[in-house]
């Protein structure tokens, strides 16, 4: 059973920064893409951030001010956010594409998500 699991949401004050971390347990054939989505109150789920072995893709509302990245056993994926605005607060939820056989196809997991609030 793989399980996404997310941590370093939290409260800061415009302009702060934070650190999102997820970390994939579990067992599979093949772990993909990976990223991180968000949802504000209200709003639909935007894809704010994709890593795959070679690349990286932002939202543009996030370009300059978020980094992704992965850990070298590659089932760990952070969120580094700097210069962070009001706008950005939402539910942070990690996802991956999973391959659990090697005749399967990849199919999409998602963590619980984590508050991340910017406010003053």
């Known amino acids: 059973q793989v399980q996404l699991v997310e941590s370093g949401g939290g409260s800061v004050q415009p302009g702060g920064s934070l650190r999102l971390s997820c970390t994939v347990s579990g067992s599979w054939f093949s772990l993909g893409l990976m990223g991180w989505d968000r949802q504000a109150p209200g709003k639909g789920r935007e894809n704010v951030a994709r890593?795959?072995?070679?690349?990286?893709t932002y939202a543009d509302s996030v370009k300059g001010r978020f980094s992704i990245s992965r850990d070298n056993s590659k089932t760990t994926v952070y969120l580094d956010m700097d210069s962070l605005k009001p706008e950005d607060t939402a539910v942070y939820y990690c996802?991956?594409?999973?391959?659990?056989?090697?005749?399967?196809?990849?199919?999409?997991?998602w963590g619980q998500g984590t508050q991340v609030t910017v406010s003053s």
């Open positions: 890593i795959g072995l070679e690349s990286t």
């Open positions: 996802c991956a594409n999973i391959k659990s056989s090697v005749s399967g196809p990849y199919k999409p997991y």
